[in-house]
């Protein structure tokens, strides 16, 4: 198994629909990342949590909330899905500050 | 607040040839540095990392040094494979700030056979 699954890997949705994606870990890290990828922009932080009782908005975290269920758990939510939310969206772990992350295979989401 | 600029792809090199990918950083205190690679339909992989200052991180014949006077991290290579496909991420952790990975763009290299 993945040390970072992420559910679904792809999906495709309408605008207004409330959608969720999901992100377990089997690494044990306390800190969880949700991050979007889109073409020429890189990855821009959505939100993060450095525990369970811990949640921080990321640069981008308008139209998105998150809950972390457990250590293992993260999850995004899109409330009101809009177009311009149509992208790759990564969960990530880390351990510590100077770790590098371990990152899960990625959600496509396509808001129609 | 922090930033990082990388060269601009794509780029296209032909199989043993030299790969370099430029990184430049913006960046509060004293940042760590991180390179990437993200590989079709996967997540992205840590490459290597240098956390201070002359540091140089290598892995699978990739190198970079943290150039602290000219706030680069240039990613190198001296001999790239068809396997060496794939989006370079370069990034930094800046412990002045929000505690967490800041990214660049991303550069798309193709290695032709």
């Known amino acids: 198994d993945a040390d970072v699954t992420q559910t679904p890997r792809n999906r495709i949705t309408k605008t207004g629909k409330r959608i969720m994606l999901e992100c377990s870990q089997t690494k044990g890290h306390d800190r969880m990342y949700w991050y979007r990828q889109d073409p020429g922009l890189g990855l821009r932080l959505i939100y993060y949590?450095?525990?369970?009782?811990?949640?921080n908005k990321g640069e981008i975290s308008d139209g998105y909330s998150v809950s972390r269920q457990a250590q293992a758990k993260f999850s995004l939510s899109l409330e009101s899905a809009i177009p311009n939310q149509t992208a790759l969206y990564f969960c990530?772990?880390?351990?510590?500050?100077?770790?590098?992350?371990?990152f899960g295979s990625g959600t496509r989401l396509t808001v129609v | 607040g922090d930033s990082v600029t990388q060269m601009e792809g794509p780029v296209t090199l032909s199989e043993e040839a030299f790969l370099t990918i430029n990184c430049t950083y913006t960046a509060t205190g004293y940042p760590s540095l991180f390179w990437y690679v993200q590989y079709p339909g996967e997540g992205l992989q840590l490459l290597l990392k240098a956390t201070k200052a002359d540091d140089k991180g290598s892995n699978k014949g990739f190198e970079a040094t943290y150039r602290k006077e000219t706030t680069s991290f240039h990613l190198e290579k001296g001999s790239v494979q068809v396997s060496d496909s794939a989006v370079y991420f370069c990034a930094l952790h800046s412990s002045g700030s929000a505690r967490q990975l800041t990214f660049g763009s991303g550069t798309q290299l193709t290695v032709l056979p």
């Open positions: 990530a772990t880390s351990r510590k500050d100077l770790d590098g992350y371990t």
């Open positions: 949590s450095f525990d369970v009782k811990d949640i």
